[in-house]
């Protein structure tokens, strides 16, 4: 490490009173840019120091995010304009240790150089004011993508250096209705094309038909695991439970809001919420499940007698 970028990374250290594993120099009328991880589910956080005066001029925490072998990137654009002080665009991503670099994919004749992932797979690229971030790819030691990283699912976020707006970027969507993809005529079939044996419950609703599993592709990882999803529906009525599960970890975890409520499915936590629409995600090592109840009373506790019914790998 050269004595300047040792220094800096010293000045931001100080500024921001936590370790900074990974940054970007000043240069070019810009400030230093840190990068570092905090919180469960962890989250990149990045900051604007000045080189000169130690100065914090802004910080932004991005969406929650983890990687994974089927899922090697997550990442956010953040545009930083504050009036007068300082003008940035820059794209932050984390990466599994299957990746060492990452590579932007923009709308634009000239894209970015792939740019080197840091200590805790943390990677900085600036970009250019107002180019579309079509994909993000990380990229192993040879160059080669190990995965992608669509455009649905990289955070966008626009900050004045306090408020801070934007959109979320795609999430797991684990309790969802039905979206692009193919049903199968049997659950060997669905199995076969996912890559996975779905788990069915051992209990199920009486009165209640199971229909044909469909395979959906993760919108966010177009080459990462797809989810197989099963309903059944009354045969009298439009009451349905929903199924969906799918390879874990999620790239965005399930986290407890005011309309939740953590709740026990077989040792693993669980997030529920809804009366008139159930809505249950949970994540095991090995599978992530979402359950959806409509039109049923006190959907919540038929959405958790199916869960606590479904048996281990």
Known sequence: ???????????????????VPHLLPAGDDLPILAASIAGDPPR??????????????????????????????????IEMAISGALEDRVLV????????????????????????????????VR???????????ALDARGEPVGRLARAGVAELRSDGGAVSGRLGATHGMSAGFGAGAWKETLAEAA?????????????????????????????????????????THAKGSERVLLRQTLAPLASPAAATQ????VDIAGHVGHISGRRLGILVWERPDMAFGIQVRGIS?????????ARSIPPA
Not at 100 to 110: F, G, K
Not at 127 to 137: E, N, Q, S, T
């Open 93 to 124: 991503a984390r990466v599994t240790p299957e990746a060492e670099a990452v590579r932007v994919i923009v709308a634009s004749d000239v894209e970015p150089d792939p740019q080197p992932a840091g200590p805790e797979g943390l990677a900085l």
């Open 259 to 262: 309309w939740t409520r953590e």
């Open 298 to 306: 006190r959907p919540e506790d038929m959405a958790l007698r199916v």
């Open 44 to 77: 990149a956080r990045v900051a604007w120091v000045d080189p000169t005066t130690g100065e914090v001029v802004a910080r932004v925490a991005c969406p929650p995010g983890r990687p994974s072998r089927g899922r090697p990137v997550v990442a956010a654009s």
């Open 192 to 232: 076969f094309e996912a890559g996975f044996a779905p788990l069915l419950p051992v209990w199920e609703p009486s009165g209640f038909v199971l229909g044909r599993p469909r395979v959906e592709p993760d919108v966010a990882y177009p080459s990462g695991p797809p989810s197989i999803v099963m309903a059944w």
């Open 1 to 19: 490490m050269s004595d300047s970028l040792s220094q800096e990374r010293s000045t931001a250290e100080g500024a921001l009173g936590h370790p």
């Open 127 to 137: 970009l250019a004011p107002g180019v579309i971030v079509m994909a993000v790819d």
